[in-house]
């Protein structure tokens, strides 16, 4: 496995190497709060965690490596391609700093330095892609059309202007999984839920990869909206959009995932039992980041039998999704699925997640067990 991810990230620096050149490192000051930084005491307990690491096998893409190289540019070192390198490929995956036993939290430092390299106009040709995708469609993935195009004129048609409860579609399930972003509003209807007129990217692609002020113009085109309708609860089935509402937005109303949703409301769904075993992938940034384990686990159990993953909750591997490490370095991201594929129990039916993103990369790991999200199982409960 490390021949294989040597390769890999080989390739990967390659292709930083290009886009790296010519660019005026050093041009600002590199900010990131000390106190963080220098948590690290750097006794590497991460190292066995960290899952690029595990794929890539160097120092530099481990979180001690990661947090050592931040000390740097701290310390006056100038940003060259081996930083991007290194903090690009952070899946933002959070499983470092809950093993760290410093309390430093590598992932929001990753973050600030990569906010820091934007600055200083050091970034990858996949992240400032997918800044202009954003800013110029409004979505990640550059998609010129309507973000509702998955309802028909009726249906469009029957969308109250106004309701206290929204579901924040996103920009995966708006045109990777329409038919997700069907089942799930067509659940969420049953109970008044509406949808913004204009939705935007979230903005969690530009939080976590560093464009910081670039995310506040979209978020700003969302905030209007949400509080030109009034709506206090926000209802995402995305792992992304769900980190981002709840904790880049101002606290201005509560934000729910699709499984807390579904689980709050059980008694209302009338879900028939099914004969299935199925098996539960803990997004990071709903799991890890945001605690929440039990909700999508009781609607599960409330269809079907529960096998669990070998690891999981706070100590589930990540699928490699995430911190824009699929879009900079894809193979890196498809080896990170193979390995989370591994935990996988014998005998079970399906493997069930809650989040389009890890859908996504754990399908295109193969394996033999097809990956479905949440919202899938229960629409089969539903008949
Ligand atoms: S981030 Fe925490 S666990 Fe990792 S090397 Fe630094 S102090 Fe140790
Ligand atoms: S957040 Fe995940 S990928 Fe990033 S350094 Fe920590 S363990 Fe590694």
Redesign the pocket.
């Known amino acids: 496995m490390k021949n294989e991810g040597k390769k890999v990230i080989e390739q990967a620096r390659d292709q930083d190497k290009t886009e790296i050149a010519g660019k005026e490192s050093g041009k600002h000051s590199f900010e990131v709060d000390r106190r963080s930084v220098y948590?690290?005491?750097?006794?590497?307990?991460?190292?066995s965690v960290c899952p690029v690491f595990d794929v890539v096998g160097w120092e530099s893409a481990n979180?001690?490596g990661r947090?050592l190289i931040i000390k740097g540019l701290l310390e006056g070192r100038a940003p060259l391609e081996d930083v991007l390198q290194s903090l690009a490929s952070c899946t933002t995956c959070g499983i470092?700093?809950s093993?760290?036993?410093?309390g430093?939290n590598?992932p929001e430092v990753v973050e600030a330095a990569r906010a820091q390299l934007v600055k200083c106009d050091i970034t990858t040709e996949a992240q400032e892609k997918l800044k202009s995708a954003v800013l110029t469609y409004g979505n990640s993935f550059g998609e010129t059309k309507d973000r509702k195009h998955w309802l028909s004129e009726t249906e469009l048609s029957k969308i109250p202007e106004k309701s206290d409860y929204v579901y924040f579609v996103g920009c995966f399930d708006s045109y990777r999984y329409p038919e997700f972003a069907k089942k799930t509003f067509g659940v969420l209807q049953r109970f008044g839920v509406t949808l913004l007129p204009d939705e935007q990217c979230c903005a969690s692609p530009l939080l976590r990869t560093g464009f910081k002020k670039d995310a506040e113009k979209v978020m700003q085109r969302n905030l209007e909206q949400i509080r030109k309708m009034g709506a206090n609860t926000i209802i995402t089935s995305c792992a992304g959009c769900y980190t981002a509402l709840k904790n880049n937005y101002p606290e201005e109303f509560r934000v729910i995932s699709l499984p807390e949703f579904l689980a709050e409301h059980l008694e209302d769904l009338d879900l028939k039992k099914l004969d299935f075993t199925v098996t539960y992938h803990d997004p990071c940034h709903l799991g890890r980041h945001n605690e929440v384990y039990d909700a999508p686990r009781k609607v599960i159990e409330a269809i079907s039998t529960l096998k669990e993953m070998k690891n999981i909750k706070e100590n589930a591997r990540c699928c490699g999704g995430g911190g824009g490490v699929r879009i900079g370095y894809p193979d890196i991201s498809l080896e990170l699925a193979k390995n989370r594929l591994q935990d996988v129990p014998e005998g079970v039916d399906y493997i069930v997640t809650s989040c389009p993103l890890c859908v996504r990369n754990l399908r295109d790991a193969g394996g033999n067990i097809e990956v479905i999200d949440i919202v899938e199982l229960v629409a089969m409960a539903m008949g």
């Open positions: 948590k690290c005491v750097q006794c590497g307990t991460c190292r979180t001690r947090m470092c700093a093993r760290c036993p410093a430093a590598p």
